[in-house]
């Protein structure tokens, strides 16, 4: 608990709160750590965004992976940056591309709830995210191919290409389980099931429980 309070502590955006604070947050479930390992998807294009994340140490990179289903990269994240402030409370908060690990990383994650009473209950800590945010917006100009209201099988083909590019292979080992998956879509599992089935009688996929392969045409 205390290591978890020294790297909260650490962060520009959250040194303000004393450790009675955190380790409250913590206790309640409200300020959440997550590991991830290397080159793990943390968000797909299109996925809605409901949290806050801080990343306490690692790497993110921000991508996208064009028709072709060639990757470029547009920004990277560091310790102390954060992912999702400039979308929580938009009209349309979803993750415009892909948001996966360089390095192994550990992320703080606030929920937009939590989020909106810490800003009601600290006005100087509403005051340094309200300049953080406005520091650290995305200026990401013709590079930015925005992906909003995708279908599930836009979205599974989305996670598809970026794991093969990845794996180097178009046969991939999947890193999440179905569930998972469906839950970064935003749907249930059974569509996401559906979907797979149709994209295998398609002749598009092959699929079991562990593996997915592209096939291409």
């Known amino acids: ?4 309070i020294e790297l909260i502590k650490k962060t520009k955006l959250l040194n303000n709160l004393t450790d009675e604070e955190i380790n409250k947050y913590i206790k309640e479930g409200k300020f959440r750590k997550v590991l991830y390992n290397k080159n793990c998807v943390v968000h797909l294009d299109g996925e809605h965004c409901h949290k ?5 140490s690692g790497k993110l990179i921000i991508e996208r992976i064009d028709e072709l289903g060639n990757i470029l990269a547009i920004s990277d994240f560091i310790d102390d940056d954060i992912i999702g402030g400039n979308l929580l409370f938009s009209k349309n908060p979803y993750y415009p591309m892909t948001v996966s690990t360089q390095l192994p990383s550990i992320i703080l994650e606030i929920d937009k ?13 509403l005051q340094t995210y309200l300049e953080f945010i406005s ?3 995305f200026i990401l100009g013709d590079k930015i191919k925005h992906y909003v209201n995708k279908t599930i ?5 989305s996670y598809i290409k970026y794991e093969c590019k990845i794996q180097n292979t ?3 080992k999947l890193k999440i389980t179905k569930k998972a998956l469906a839950e970064k879509i935003g749907v249930q599992r059974t569509s996401l099931s559906r979907e797979l089935l149709k994209m295998k009688k398609n002749g598009q996929i092959l699929f079991d429980s562990k593996t997915i392969t592209l096939i291409k045409g």
């Open 135 to 137: 520091d650290n917006a």
């Open 153 to 157: 099988q836009e979205c599974v083909m």
């Open 113 to 125: 709830g939590t989020l909106f009473e810490m800003f009601c209950n600290n006005s100087a800590f």
């Open 170 to 172: 178009n046969h991939i």
């Open 1 to 4: 608990m205390l290591r978890d």
């Open 52 to 56: 806050l994340e801080i990343i306490l």
